[in-house]
């Protein structure tokens, strides 16, 4: 195993990468699209993390890795750490224990779709999959908005805003770019990691002219699928085995489409397509994506994990969550879990899990607000969600992967256990897992996980604007173990970040 250290400093560059709107973006080391965090599975990751935006705390967030041990390296604002202040250093270090497709991105509230997310790769000395492809490629999908986040959100969450509309992208993206060209040669099997490091927008994602086969979920193998068509929420990713033709008179076009249900009204002009193109001979024409009229994107809950891991026992305990908007008082629109809306705590939760003791395990230590549900040492624990809105929401688990139990049709209304006793709903034996899951318009899914993973975990909906509303709770896990695991302190390279903003830590 080796340490791979990484030196980031974030800072500001102007960019224009759909060619409509040149604007300031988060870069890495003056670049942008950011590096790829490359790591091989053992090793540990060593960033070194300087904020150079001036005006702004920053953070870094390794999305889909278990963090064991070192849930104070998850890198979420006020939830395990200070923000970084403008002008300090973080640096985050933890060991990678999961092979597969994962990406970063900055977790202080609404601040990644400014340009801070890019690709993580784990290498997988054992993939069981290795002998069936020849190369290995990175596609990100996104969309992209013209104007900055902070003035987006204070939109979006304003009076002038009651029902809640969503600010629609400007465009979608294809690795930062669009009409990338992607070489390929005759007759061979590319191994293709999809992520979707969007705001907002699913993309609906095809390659003309060809079918591949998904392999992988959110980091999990899952058994060879043929498909034609997948659909990828924010923060979900795909990877897939594509075998190319053979032939090099023709190019093909490798397509992402937003999901326009999840936008309240479509601009005029808006293209919600990015097209790729599959490069068999730089000299032929590139051709034009075809329109689709009617989506049939494969369904994720059908795959099979590779491991065979079973369906876990009944849990020893079962969360039913529902999800709704609504105004407050103040006539913003929020979105509540079980009519709490997120609100960050002042003290990141995990200092607080630190410094209270035996309290610890008392959810009222941690105010109503940051939506503390806490959880045993190891045991099976089961999320029933609900969803009373009439919107698509990608739910995110930190520190965990999730079995999949079901998941209801748009409309189908609440989860209604009576199903599973009158065996019109059966749970999978091996259940497809992943950390990231779409919940369908007024529809439900069912999850379960163990937790066999002590730390502070959010659970939310990945859409940027919601995670600004409030559609947000935390998991405190195993708080006493937790305290033994980092020795009842805060620890000390957290204390800079904190004090340099004047930021409480009890
Ligand atoms: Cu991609 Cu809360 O994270």
């Not at 999908?141 to 969450?157: R, V």
């Not at 293209?271 to 075809?290: C, R």
């Not at 494969?298 to 908007?325: G, H, N, Q, R």
């Not at 105010?367 to 698509?392: M, R």
């Amino acid at each position: 195993a080796d340490v791979r250290t990484y030196d980031f400093t974030v800072g500001w560059v102007n960019r224009n990468p759909d060619g409509q709107h040149e604007r300031r973006v988060m870069a890495i080391n003056g670049q942008w699209p950011i590096p790829t965090i490359h790591a091989t599975v053992g090793d540990q990751v060593v960033v070194n993390f300087k904020n150079d935006l001036g005006d702004r705390p920053c953070s870094l967030h390794f999305h889909g890795l278990y963090m064991n041990g070192t849930t104070h390296m998850d890198g979420v604002a006020q939830s395990t750490q200070c923000p970084v202040p403008a002008g300090s250093v973080f640096t985050y270090s933890f060991n990678v224990t999961q092979p597969g497709t994962y990406w970063y991105h900055s977790h202080v509230d609404g601040q990644y779709p400014d340009g801070l997310r890019g690709p993580l790769i784990v290498r997988d000395p054992e993939n069981p999959y290795a002998d069936q492809f020849d190369e290995e490629l990175v596609l990100t999908l996104s969309d992209w908005y013209h104007d900055e986040m902070p003035g987006l959100i204070s939109s979006f969450l304003s009076v002038t805003n009651p029902t809640g509309a969503e600010p629609v992208p400007n465009s979608a993206l294809m690795n930062d770019t669009q009409n990338l060209q992607i070489p390929v040669q005759p007759g061979k099997t590319y191994f293709i990691r999809i992520v979707n490091m969007a705001a907002f927008a699913a993309q609906y994602f095809w390659i003309e002219g060809h079918t591949f086969r998904i392999i992988e979920l959110d980091g999990i193998y899952h058994k060879p699928t043929e498909a034609e068509q997948i659909y990828l929420t924010a923060a979900q990713r795909v990877g897939i085995l594509l075998t190319t033709k053979n032939q090099t008179t023709d190019n093909f076009a490798v397509v992402g489409s937003m999901d326009q249900d999840l936008f309240d009204q479509i601009p005029d002009g808006l293209n919600p397509n990015v097209t790729s193109y599959l490069v068999y001979n730089k000299d032929a024409p590139m051709p034009n994506a075809t329109d689709i009229e009617e989506f049939n994107p494969f369904d994720d809950t059908e795959l099979v994990p590779t491991d065979e891991e079973a369906l876990y026992e009944d849990p020893a305990v079962s969360y039913t969550i529902d999800v709704k908007m609504d105004n407050l008082r103040d006539g913003t629109n929020y979105a509540f879990f079980n009519d709490v809306t997120f609100v960050r705590p002042k003290v990141p939760t995990l200092y607080t899990v630190l410094t209270s003791g035996d309290l610890a395990t008392n959810e009222t230590v941690y105010g109503v607000n940051t939506h503390p549900l806490i959880l045993s040492h190891n045991q099976v624990v089961e999320i029933v969600l609900n969803n009373h809105d009439p919107g698509k929401h990608p739910f995110h688990l930190h520190g965990h992967a999730f079995q999949v139990l079901h998941r209801g049709a748009e409309e189908g209304g609440d989860w209604d256990p009576e199903a599973l006793r009158n065996g019109s709903v059966t749970y999978p034996a091996t259940p497809m897992r992943r950390d990231t899951l779409l919940v369908r318009p007024n529809g439900n899914f069912v999850i379960r996980f163990r937790s066999d993973n002590p730390g502070v975990w959010l659970f939310h909906c990945h859409i940027e604007w919601h995670v600004d509303s409030g559609l947000i709770l935390t998991f405190v896990e195993a708080p006493l173990q937790l305290q033994q695991q980092l020795n009842g302190k805060i620890p000390e390279d957290h204390f800079d970040a904190c004090r340099a903003q004047d930021m409480p830590i009890e």
